[in-house]
């Protein structure tokens, strides 16, 4: 009887083993919260179903429940929550034939052209799509009949209707394209550039970066893509302007030994280019990678400084999104418009921040930068030095000089940051701060 009651004790007294059903459920209805701060609010009522690192991980590895979708275009009029407001948005998805929910697709975020809809877009696509099995999402854009309109809220849009795509068909996260005609190529550009980890590749057509004095201007953070595959398809007798844009680009991203950056201009087009240019099948295999070895993120904006596991948290003073910078005025006026061009983007670099951390494997990071007063460095488990008795060793050297961290693998930074990105490959267990 005695033994049968230590059994008995011995059962109630274990650790209860996590529910995933409740625990996935319960992370659905957070990810899902219409805010940050809300979806920031409902962690703690998370961890206290759990604190478990490993089952909150396994639960974040196979996140998602997702329906069958009938093939085929679709429309939908969605209340998409963009900034501080909750727009009801036109939505196009086109669901490619042989679509299984089980398997993760590559998805295709493509904006329209000036006064078009996303109604058509996935024509241009459709045969590409069914061939290698790629969804293709098509904002409308209400307010395009001026073309881009450069704004906050334009780009706030597509990052919104990507997310809701996200969450109803089985996207590959890591094969999450980016392109658009015209003005949906100036916006393909500005996605890219501002936001560079969500996407595989870039694909703008007669559109291009923006380089001008004020928050508009992303041509200062090319080197946020110079790793990104880019295919630009650009007629050569299009707008002056647009075209010395995209040579200054191009030419900075060959400087900066850019891996797989093509302008592919045709001399007898304008606003025009011939998507059969392009190897479209194996451009759309490409595959974004889940963790880099080294990042480099350029940033001005607070709401813009992350990229995969770094994130800038906080600026020098001199960094800013509005910069005005002082040009020497003798010197400006014996350039030309190209040399122009150039000195200003070299001049607004003094007014943007660069960060660049390398992972030396093991827990050891080098960083170097200018602009950055901190940063935090999101960190994977299989990033973290060797376990010892106070946590895992990370040190970061910072121009020589290393910081020296211990921490331990921790459910809120697991799911503080799943809640946001609900990113399935790339889960950070560990943050580390450096002033």
């Not at 040190?395 to 910081?403: A, I």
Request: net charge neutral; charged share 25%.
């Amino acid at each position: 009887m005695l033994a049968a009651s230590c059994a008995f004790a011995a059962v109630l007294l274990a650790p209860q083993q996590p529910d995933h059903d409740a625990l996935h459920e319960a992370l659905q209805t957070a990810v899902d919260l219409p805010t940050s701060a809300e979806r920031q609010a409902a962690v703690k009522g998370l961890l206290g179903l759990s604190t478990d690192v490993q089952a909150w991980q396994a639960v974040c590895a196979r996140f998602g429940v997702f329906a069958a979708l009938e093939q085929g275009p679709s429309r939908q009029t969605v209340e998409l929550r963009v900034l501080d407001r909750v727009e009801a948005t036109e939505l196009h998805l086109y669901v490619p034939a042989g679509y299984d929910p089980a398997r993760p697709a590559p998805l295709l975020l493509w904006g329209h052209g000036s006064g078009g809809t996303g109604a058509r877009e996935h024509l241009i696509w459709q045969q590409i799509a069914d061939r290698v099995g790629m969804l293709v999402l098509a904002p409308t854009e209400p307010n395009s009949q001026d073309g881009y309109s450069k704004a906050p809220r334009e780009r706030a849009v597509a990052l919104a209707a990507l997310r809701w795509a996200r969450r109803r068909a089985n996207v590959d996260e890591n094969a999450i394209f980016v392109g658009g005609w015209s003005r949906g190529g100036h916006l393909a550009w500005d996605l890219a550039l501002r936001h560079p980890d969500l996407f595989a590749g870039a694909l703008p057509v007669v559109g291009g970066p923006l380089l001008e004095l004020g928050p508009a201007n992303n041509l200062r953070y090319l080197e946020n893509v110079a790793q990104l595959p880019i295919r630009d398809l650009q007629g050569s007798q299009d707008d002056p302007l647009l075209l010395a844009n995209l040579h200054l680009a191009f030419g900075k991203l060959q400087k900066l030994r850019a891996k797989d950056a093509q302008l592919l201009e045709f001399a007898d087009r304008g606003h025009d280019a011939d998507l059969n240019a392009v190897d479209w099948p194996a451009f759309f295999a490409l595959r974004r990678e889940a963790r880099p070895q080294q990042l480099v993120r350029i940033a001005a904006d607070p709401a813009e400084a992350r990229s995969a596991w770094l994130q800038i948290t906080r600026f020098t003073k001199k960094v800013q999104v509005e910069a005005q910078p002082q040009v020497d005025e003798r010197r400006w006026q014996r350039m030309n418009d190209e040399q122009q061009r150039a000195y200003l983007l070299e001049r607004l670099g003094d007014y943007t921040a660069r960060l660049q951390v390398t992972d030396k494997k093991n827990g050891r990071f080098e960083a170097d930068g200018q602009g950055v007063a901190a940063f935090t460095l999101w960190l994977q488990a299989e990033q973290l030095g060797k376990p010892g008795k106070d946590g895992a060793a990370v040190e970061v050297r910072l121009k020589n000089k290393p910081v020296k961290k211990t921490v331990t693998p921790s459910a809120e930074v697991l799911l503080a940051d799943f809640v946001e990105r609900f990113d399935r490959t790339r889960l950070p267990v560990a943050r580390v701060d450096v002033p």
